[in-house]
């Protein structure tokens, strides 16, 4: 037999081996990727009621000498509860979420948070926080999440 007729047989066979492979655990691999991202970064929702002082965020980073941004969170008609962390939700309360280029790094208890150069890659970082429900729910106002989002240049 011709060797490139047996080297093309070969390499067709280890062709559909490799595909059969790869569709046997794709499905295991995009649902693993599916599950860890959206445990990263994705809540349940809760709509806050019109009729309620609407919470508010606002955040504003300031360079910390020694490293990273300290990180203010203003939340005007909403308090953080971090003793009530995992029960029920109550309106206006809660605690936050911290992300990084839309990567959860911390919940947050307080209005102030130290965010490491360490969590921040070269060039532009967004940085996004979210208000959270006691069960960790994102909190929403007519359908919008109730976040807010600057840019950080390291």
């Known amino acids: 037999m011709n060797k490139a007729f047996v080297a093309g047989i070969i390499g067709l066979i280890i062709g559909i081996l490799l595909t059969n492979f790869s569709n046997i655990y794709k499905d295991k691999i995009d649902?693993?990727?599916?599950?860890?991202?959206?445990?990263?970064?994705?809540?349940?929702?809760?709509?806050?009621?019109?009729?309620?002082?609407?919470?508010?965020?606002?955040?504003?980073?300031?360079?910390?000498?020694?490293?990273?941004?300290?990180?203010?969170?203003?939340?005007?008609?909403?308090?953080?509860?971090?003793?009530?962390?995992?029960?029920?939700?109550?309106?206006?309360?809660?605690?936050?979420?911290?992300?990084?280029n839309d990567v959860k790094v911390a919940r947050v208890y307080s209005e102030w948070f130290h965010l490491s150069s360490s969590k921040l890659q070269e060039g532009e970082?967004?940085?996004k926080v979210t208000l959270n429900a006691n069960d960790h729910s994102e909190w929403t106002i007519n359908d919008n999440h109730i976040e807010d989002e600057i840019v950080i240049i390291k």
Do not use: W
Request: proline share 7%; aromatic share 6%; glycine share 4%.
């Open 31 to 100: 649902s693993a990727k599916t599950n860890s991202s959206h445990e990263m970064t994705s809540h349940n929702t809760l709509s806050i009621d019109t009729n309620l002082p609407i919470p508010e965020v606002s955040i504003e980073a300031f360079a910390d000498k020694m490293d990273g941004y300290n990180i203010h969170i203003i939340t005007p008609n909403y308090i953080f509860t971090p003793e009530k962390v995992n029960q029920e939700p109550n309106k206006g309360e809660g605690h936050a979420h911290i992300y990084v």
């Open 125 to 127: 970082n967004k940085v």
